[in-house]
Structure formats: structure tokens, C-alpha cells
């Protein structure tokens, strides 16, 4: 059975949370405040984590930093707070989603599932020696344990990618977003597409999700990420890779 950590100071909120995962066939613990949600997750053990931004004592942007130190299964950050600000912050710490509250449990549910689905088949495809991810389709690529576009060369059994020989430290979303793009260089894919090719969801209103993954790698990969040399934006349509 899948263990889920859910980081949350709202009793309610996490109460119900718990049980409706439990309802779907998860296994759940609650972490009250900010120093007992890192203690559980550091210790491992749990398949995902569904943190609260605001918590006592430690915050979930220092819980996400920490964890993705050590981790890199699925986070989901939750928050009241709609600023892009933190949702921004969230991401580039690590977090694979933001969720706004309130939202529904079905919703949270989908959106576990998806998670946990998608990172469940890059360590099945990792174990198994390479294979391919992020949905890719791009034939026999598909199949090689190395991948160039340009100066960009990615390792797919180790996971790590090097911009002209150095190497770029990339979150989990951003190696499978940068490796989708990859495996399908010259075609444009709009912000839903991507949203549901690389996160395995639906959009639901979550497209600022791949502008803020986008320009993350940008940070990491372009020489001058404001004259992008590798991912280019297509105006009114959505993103291209250079190949």
C-alpha cells in the first residue's frame, strides 16, 4: 500500500484529507507542525508528500528544500495563498504541484494518483536500465541511453544533464520536462499539452505551473535565459526545443 505524509496544521483539513486517501486505497499520516512534518519525511518511508505552505515552526518551503536534498518523490504543495510569488518560490524549491485552496478532494485525489503513477514509472524504466520517460514517442531514441540536442547532452540512466559538458542541477519536473522537449525537438506543444504529457493531469487551471518549470530551466540551461538559444516561446502557442 502506498504511504502518503500529509504536512498540515488544519486538523480538519487534514483529517479529511486522511480519510478520503484512505477511502482511495492510501495509507496516510498526519504532521501537525512544520518540525514533525521534515522529521517524518526525512525519515523516509512515504511514496508522497502533501505539504501546507504556512506551518509552525518550519515552513513548507524549508521542508520542500530539505526534502529534495535527499528525495525526489512527488510534493505536493498546498496553500491558501494565491500569489505567484510563492507558487513560483514552491516550484523552484522542487515541488512538483501547487494546489490552491480550497479545492475539491477529488481533485487532490487525481492528483495524487497521477503523481504517484508517473514517478513510479521513471523508477520502474530507471531500474530496468534506461528505456523511455516523459512520455516519450520519439522513435529510436526512445531507446538510447543518451540523448543530444545541441549542446545539451542528457543521461537517462543517470538522470543528470550536462550543458556544454557541465552539469545543469535540475529538479525531478525539470529533467522530465527538459527531457519531453528533448525527445520532440522542432514541434510546438502548447502549456496544456505539456501539463498533460509531462505532469500526467489535466490542466485544471494549472498552466502557470509549466511557465514557471520553463523558466526555471531557462535559469539553468540558456546562456542569456531572456534570448533563449534551446526552448523558444512560440507567441500564442506555447514552446518549441531547438533541435
Keep these: 500500500m502506498k504511504r502518503i505524509l500529509i504536512i498540515e496544521d488544519e486538523s480538519v483539513i487534514a483529517e479529511v484529507e486522511r480519510d478520503y486517501l484512505t477511502a482511495h486505497g492510501f495509507a496516510a499520516d498526519i504532521a501537525a507542525t512544520g518540525d514533525e512534518g521534515l522529521r517524518l519525511a526525512l525519515a523516509g518511508g512515504y511514496d508522497l508528500i502533501v505539504l501546507d505552505l504556512m506551518l509552525p515552526h518550519t515552513d513548507g518551503f524549508e521542508i520542500c528544500r530539505q526534502v529534495r536534498a535527499v528525495s525526489d518523490i512527488p510534493v505536493l504543495m498546498v496553500s491558501a495563498r494565491k500569489e505567484d510569488v510563492d507558487k513560483i518560490r514552491g516550484l523552484g524549491l522542487g515541488a512538483d504541484d501547487y494546489i490552491v ?76 520536462l527538459l527531457l519531453f522537449l528533448a525527445l520532440h ?12 504529457r509531462v505532469w500526467g493531469l489535466d490542466s485544471l487551471g494549472e498552466l502557470p505551473t509549466v511557465t514557471v518549470h520553463i523558466s526555471r530551466l531557462r535559469e539553468k540551461i540558456e546562456r542569456d535565459p531572456a534570448k533563449p538559444r534551446y526552448i523558444e516561446t512560440i507567441w500564442g502557442v506555447g514552446y518549441r526545443m531547438n533541435g
Design 101 to 176: 485552496k480550497p479545492f475539491s478532494l477529488g481533485e487532490l485525489v487525481a492528483r495524487v494518483k497521477a503523481h504517484m503513477a508517473r514517478y513510479d514509472r521513471l523508477v520502474h524504466r530507471a531500474s530496468a536500465g534506461g528505456g523511455n520517460a516523459a512520455g516519450e514517442t520519439a522513435g529510436a531514441d526512445k531507446d538510447k541511453d543518451e540523448l543530444r540536442v545541441q549542446g545539451i547532452r542528457i543521461d537517462k540512466l543517470a538522470r543528470r544533464v550536462y550543458i556544454n559538458e557541465k552539469e545543469a542541477a535540475l529538479t525531478a519536473k525539470e529533467y522530465e
Design 185 to 196: 525537438p522542432n514541434r510546438v506543444f502548447s502549456k496544456e499539452e505539456l501539463f498533460e
